[in-house]
């Protein structure tokens, strides 16, 4: 928490629910300003998945917004001339912008949550929060946390094992285990990958289901290490034998998956951060080279289907991962030694890999496949919508690197994005997805940067 006041923290450990409590990402004090809210000194605490205000000093609870419930959140420059001179410069601006609700108080509020009293506390559509810390990071990390609510409140969570959640030594116990097999198979003879699938995808439940399995992921750099081998393995594999292949190929895709589920959210963030600044250049220029890579191929598969969609499920997959490490590098604070790890020099290693450019086609190719259905009536799925948010994010990125880049993908995809997605958007892309409005905002960028990239200098 970056504002620690012993008070407020003993308060919300005795109001909120215990694993509520544990998911409290940040805490600071604040003036709020909406219609019910006149300048009012307030608190404000950042969960996985809601946004909470208590009076100050902490005394009762006042409201909790979910996620699902706020419609924008956006950084505000002024001065906040109401308050006394040493402050009014001082501060973060932050404007929430929620859904309108309902008139109708025979029915339950289940997003928004009131008072003791079951009144609801806010019935304005925008709240002001003036944090009272200017260096304070709450505004990136609630529009990270707000971002990866919406693009995954709605994926499929059937492989979560919520019985192992609460159990940290099972947990401690199960994830050496998996650690030992998975190094141990790559030492052996013979490596079959559908057991090293199942020992992934072990893995990958674990640490979607638990907070506590991450932090173990994250306490070294060994099972990143290790990935990174079995990516160099089967990306590199020659293999004649089709079904084999593909489930080399298969195997490497979950292991990005893995590492994606591993970085997903915040709840160890400053880890993760120690654990990548303590990793070699050479290291993590063979990861991005990994990343960036195609599965090898022997000519004899380079039109087989299925090897086709798992090459291209791999490149998808890289792009997930990708997007999770640019949140990481924009919203981290590097306050170790290795200062030279951060989002400019995480660029040039993408650059320097001679792939680079071949990535982003495929890259770009996979977007647009997206958007192709068979049943031009048919609307794309909250994952779709998901996968498209994250395949621009990652994309506008790679545009922002270099001219070089800009003008190569503008040149290369901007007529298929003018016909081929821009005239399916409103159609495709529901209203009702819990990401539309993001995906919507993040398609207009995209869209301004493939022009900008085409105007004559």
């Known amino acids: 928490m970056a504002f620690r006041d012993p008070k407020f923290e003993s308060f919300l450990k005795k109001t909120l629910p215990p694993k509520e409590y544990e998911q409290v990402k940040i805490t600071e004090a604040c003036v709020i300003v909406s219609s019910t809210e006149k300048r009012s000194h307030r608190f404000v605490f950042v969960t996985d998945k809601k946004v909470g205000v208590t009076s100050n000093p902490p005394k009762s609870l006042l409201w909790k917004i979910h996620f699902s419930e706020i419609i924008d959140i956006e950084r505000i420059y002024d001065s906040a001339n109401f308050l006394q001179k040493s402050l009014k410069d001082s501060v973060q601006h ?118 506590f399995a991450k932090s173990l992921f994250w306490r070294s750099s060994d099972m990143l290490v290790l990935c990174n081998k079995y990516l160099t393995l089967y990306l590199n594999s020659e293999h004649e034998i089709e079904s084999i292949r593909a489930d080399e190929i298969e195997c490497a895709s979950i292991i990005l998956e893995t590492i994606c589920v591993s970085m997903e959210k915040t709840e160890t963030l400053s880890s993760c951060q120690k654990v990548v600044q303590q990793c070699s250049k050479n290291f993590l220029t063979s990861l991005v080279g990994n990343f960036l890579s195609t599965p090898q191929l022997v000519a004899s598969m380079s039109r087989n289907r299925m090897i086709e969609e798992l090459c291209a499920e791999y490149t998808r997959s890289s792009a997930y991962v990708f997007y999770e490490l640019l949140l990481l590098l924009e919203r981290g604070v590097w306050t170790q030694n290795r200062q030279d790890i951060n989002k400019s020099s995480f660029s040039q290693m993408i650059l320097s890999n001679s792939q680079h450019l071949d990535y982003i086609d495929s890259l770009a190719q996979q977007f647009v496949v997206l958007w192709k259905t068979d049943d031009v009536q048919r609307q794309l799925t909250a994952k779709e919508t998901s996968n498209i948010y994250r395949i621009c994010f990652v994309i506008i990125h790679f545009i922002s690197m270099s001219s070089a880049i800009k003008k190569h993908i503008s040149l290369t995809f901007l007529e298929e994005f003018t016909y081929l997605v821009k005239p399916f958007i409103r159609s495709k892309l529901s209203t009702l997805q819990p990401a539309s409005l993001i995906t919507h905002k993040i398609l207009q960028r995209f869209q301004v940067a493939l022009q900008d990239a085409n105007q004559p200098r």
């Open 94 to 211: 932050i404007l929430i912008k929620i859904k309108v609700q309902q008139p109708d108080n025979s029915k339950a509020v289940k997003n928004i949550e009131g008072t003791s009293s079951g009144r609801l506390a806010i019935d304005s559509s925008d709240i002001h929060m003036y944090i009272l810390n200017f260096e304070s990071h709450i505004h990136p990390l609630m529009c990270s946390l707000w971002t990866s609510h919406l693009l995954e409140c709605n994926e499929d969570d059937a492989d979560d094992d919520e019985s192992i959640v609460n159990d940290v030594n099972r947990i401690s116990v199960v994830y050496q285990r998996l650690y030992r097999n998975i190094l141990s198979m790559l030492t052996g003879s013979h490596i079959l990958p559908e057991q090293v699938y199942r020992l992934v995808h072990e893995l990958k439940v674990m640490l979607k289901s638990s907070m």
